[in-house]
């Protein structure tokens, strides 16, 4: 059984072009999240939802957009793709943030291979 | 501002050859360290979560550790199954509500048999 699954694995497409990523998980965790991995291998959170409510926007560009349709899903929208945008984009899940005192542990998916051109 | 860093950023290790990774931190309240294995092309596999110092942790080969300034992952005997990138997160307290993790650059470990 996958945990946290993203589709597609990989998105090769043209700079201005629109493209979306997929991400579930069958956890049954509450929060969900989407994180950017630049070609140094550095991991950046990128948004987090809670219950379907948008809890972190870091400084993303507004041609970003994060939707999350119920709890086990949370879709990412790009729209006018450009070529700073080529990384590998990782969907994680965890237990709900707001209901402990402690760091809960966060799940990734496989990964989104993305490439501008 | 807060911040993680590993070192070092390559270990080269013969089968066998116990070491130490080292995740040093600096975050105003520590609300938990992480340490996740990530192979060419996967995502992040999760190994341990610490959440005080004096507190450690034990998988097969690997040992976390953690004190108020750093932690420690000793791989013990290594194997070549054992070459991985390991990556170090930490959660603020500040952080509590949003989740969001601070990662190091990692480590990138090669061992040969």
């Known amino acids: ?75 990412l929208h790009i729209n006018s793709l450009e070529l700073g945008d080529s990384a590998v984009y990782f969907c994680a899940s965890s237990q709900d943030i707001r209901a402990s005192g402690v760091g809960e542990t966060q799940y990734f998916g496989p990964g989104t291979r993305l490439l501008v051109l | 501002e807060d911040q993680v860093t590993q070192s070092p950023e390559a270990l080269r290790l013969q089968e066998g050859e116990s070491s130490s990774l080292n995740c040093s931190y600096t975050v105003s309240g520590l609300r938990g360290l992480f340490w996740y294995r990530q192979d060419p092309g996967k995502g992040p ?28 992952l000793h791989i013990t005997a290594p194997k070549p199954e054992d070459s991985a990138t390991y990556l170090c997160a930490v959660q603020a307290r500040w952080s509590g509500n949003t989740g969001k993790l601070i990662f190091g650059q990692g480590t990138t470990l090669q061992v040969k048999p």
């Not at chain 2, 080969?61 to 108020?68: D, G, S, V």
């Open chain 2, 45 to 72: 596999e999760f190994l341990f979560t610490l959440y005080s110092a004096g507190e450690e942790k034990e998988k097969e080969r690997l040992k976390a550790t953690l004190t108020k300034k750093e932690s420690f």
């Open chain 1, 1 to 75: 059984d996958t945990a946290v699954s993203q589709t597609p694995k990989y998105l090769v497409t043209q700079m201005g072009n629109d493209k979306s990523i997929k991400c579930e998980q069958n956890l049954g965790h509450d929060t969900m999240y989407w994180y950017k991995q630049d070609s140094k291998k550095f991991l950046k959170i990128m948004f987090s939802y809670n219950n379907k409510e948008l809890i972190i926007n870091e400084t993303v560009p507004n041609r970003f957009s994060p939707k999350s349709p119920d709890k086990a899903h949370l879709n």
